[in-house]
């Protein structure tokens, strides 16, 4: 059998390839029917050209699922349920995994994930009829009741991204102010991070950025939003116990530090790809005590707080999907929106667009 693909060819230059389909060859994987797949803000730094990569691959790394196929070993999930599909490859079983480690699980070469150029092998992505999922068991997460698979399309990447970035600090810090720097760097996470802060209840969260959109999205989500631009000119704000850096760029993340209350944590999402001649103010970070972060998320394990957060609806993220688009037009609209989401699945396009006009 033989199934479509979209493969990102270059900068703004995607293809639907015709690829072999997925077929389970070991007891703990599952395949699975991808329903919606979003955009991570990754993708599009990747998708301008703004990253290293020269590979060509199958993209969308962040998707929700229907189980098609289970293998004889897996049995948190069976074939018609729909799910959250980490997109990091981990197994659940080696030490890394079971220190909640998951983006460094030993059984697979690093950086192994779904629909980005992480290393050689390619793991499949997202808009394709079919993904096969290793390690099942571990991998995949019912969709609650209720919940809808195209608001959690993000839940694979960037809303456990969003989570980690204030979480660790309002379990130190109960009740915290929070500031996030929000941009096009990591758009979606910093609005997560908001959603994440307001559910676990902390103070004052201020949303800094420039974007009418993600503005807006910030001040339905509960943060009070500020329009301000971020520069080398601009003066520390607060100071915060917790602070987020998701424009990612260095003197955002320069503010940031600087705005952090002593003893607060201070996290960058991102990736900064390139030589850079950053100063970060260590002397000051050293006798505030920050904890300063710069790190990728552990997506299976965050997972595992974050999916029984959404069943109880206590985290909200609806709001933050901007634009619900078919997948036929992701060639087209795969650069546009905040935060668009593809739906393959045609009755789930149609439930959707009933509800929502
Ligand atoms: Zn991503
Ligand atoms: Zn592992």
């Not at 980490?86 to 192994?112: A, D, H, N, Y």
């Not at 910030?218 to 607060?238: H, K, S, Y």
Request: contains cysteine.
């Amino acid at each position: 059998m033989h199934m479509h693909q979209l493969t990102f060819i270059g900068p703004r230059e995607f293809e639907w390839r015709e690829v072999p389909a997925p077929k389970i060859s070991d007891a703990r994987q599952a395949l699975v029917r991808p329903l919606a797949v979003s955009r991570c803000d990754l993708d599009l730094a990747i998708f301008r050209g703004n990253t290293p990569t020269q590979q060509q691959f199958a993209i969308g790394h962040e998707f929700t699922a229907e189980v098609v196929e289970i293998g004889d070993a897996v049995s948190t999930v069976k074939p018609g349920d729909r799910v959250v599909v980490s997109f990091q490859i981990s197994c659940g079983e080696c030490r890394m995994c079971k220190m909640g480690l998951t983006r460094s699980c030993e059984s697979v070469p690093r950086l192994s994930t779904f629909g980005l150029p992480g290393n050689e092998i390619e793991y499949g992505g997202g808009f394709s009829e079919r993904v096969l999922v290793p390690y099942a068991d571990h991998m995949l997460f019912p969709i609650p009741n209720g919940a809808s698979p195209i608001a959690l399309a993000p839940a694979s990447d960037n809303l456990p991204d969003g989570f980690r970035l204030v979480a660790p600090g309002l379990a130190r810090w109960p009740g915290a102010d929070v500031l996030v720097l929000g941009g096009s760097g990591a758009g979606s996470c910093g609005l997560y991070a908001v959603a994440t802060a307001k559910a676990l209840g902390a103070g004052k969260v201020d949303y800094v950025d420039t974007k009418p959109d993600r503005l807006a999205i910030a001040e339905r989500l509960g943060a009070n939003v500020i329009e301000q631009r971020i520069d080398e000119q601009t003066a520390p704000l607060g100071p915060y116990l917790i602070t987020v850096d998701a424009q990612i760029k260095e003197a955002s993340f320069y503010v940031a530090m600087m705005s952090t209350a002593p003893e607060g944590f201070c996290t960058t999402v991102g990736g900064y790809f390139g030589p850079t001649d950053m100063r970060p103010p260590w002397m000051g970070n050293y006798f505030n005590c920050i904890t300063v972060r710069n790190e990728m998320v552990n997506a299976a394990h965050e997972l595992k707080t974050v999916m029984p957060l959404i069943g109880k609806e206590v985290l909200k993220v609806t709001d933050v999907v901007s634009d619900v688009f078919p997948a036929l037009e992701a060639q087209e609209r795969l650069l546009d929106s905040v935060k668009p989401v593809f739906v393959l699945d045609d009755a789930l396009l149609a439930q959707h667009r009933e509800g929502s006009s």
